[in-house]
T-cell receptor, first 113, second 113 residues
Framework: KAGVTQTPRYLIKTRGQQVTLSCSPI?????VSWYQQTPGQGLQFLFE???????NKGNFPGRFSGRQFSNSRSEMNVSTLELGDSALYLC????????????FGPGTRLTVT | DAKTTQPNSMESNEEEPVHLPCNHS???????IHWYRQLPSQGPEYVIH???SNVNNRMASLAIAEDRKSSTLILHRATLRDAAVYYC??????????????FGQGTRLTINP
């Protein structure tokens, strides 16, 4: 079974631009979560989608948004990029209903200059 | 979200057992204890989880104190590939399935050859 895939793996953007990151969960998984990892704040939960609905949201500004498609693939978008948005963005998938643990992707490394 | 406390770093030798402690004195009766690890340049990886009884799987063992206020992840015979940051996380069960993980700073495990 293929693992969680994230594209692109690396991205360089300029302050003020916007960016879209993509995540394809493990086949059959209906839940996709997003996390931000920075050296200062560690791993922080952004949001979770299940069957195209956002079920849970972390404490991030509205510039961070996401969506999930009917095939469970998910995208997250960050608008008006700031230098502090430079981070590793990780996607995790799980079965959703009754699931206990998550499978993480390799992440997208975003650098904002 | 209930909090866990782990040592910032630990060091061990290859082929020796490693005991990674975690304190969670505010754990509630229904919180599961989860362990994830993050190898360099990878996303976190599920290791093991438990509720009250000790648990074993192919990767590790989890020893849970009788009062559940602490637990220990045991790697029976460490290899260089076990060098990673290990996270102890409390996760309440939900009927909707696991929705998010609250990561602390974790323990950085170094394995000496």
């Amino acid at each position: 079974k293929a693992g969680v895939t994230q594209t692109p793996r690396y991205l360089i953007k300029t302050r003020g631009q916007q960016v879209t990151l993509s995540c394809s969960p493990i086949s059959g998984h209906r839940s996709v979560s997003w996390y931000q990892q920075t050296p200062g704040q560690g791993l922080q939960f952004l949001f979770e989608y299940f069957s195209e609905t956002q079920r849970n949201k972390g404490n991030f500004p509205g510039r961070f948004s996401g969506r999930q498609f009917s095939n469970s693939r998910s995208e997250m978008n960050v608008s008006t990029l700031e230098l502090g948005d430079s981070a590793l963005y990780l996607c995790a998938s799980s079965r959703g209903q009754g699931a206990v643990y998550f499978y993480f992707g390799p992440g997208t490394r975003l650098t904002v200059t | 979200d209930a909090k866990t406390t782990q040592p910032n770093s630990m060091e061990s030798n290859e082929e020796e057992p490693v005991h990674l402690p975690c304190n969670h004195s505010t754990i509630s009766g229904t919180d599961y204890i989860h362990w994830y690890r993050q190898l360099p340049s990878q996303g976190p990886e599920y290791v093991i989880h438990g509720l009250t009884s000790n648990v074993n799987n192919r990767m590790a063992s989890l020893a849970i104190a009788e009062d559940r206020k602490s637990s220990t992840l045991i790697l029976h015979r460490a290899t260089l590939r076990d060098a990673a940051v290990y996270y102890c996380i409390l996760n309440p069960p939900t009927r909707q399935g696991a929705q998010k993980l609250v990561f602390g700073q974790g323990t950085r495990l170094t394995i000496n050859p």
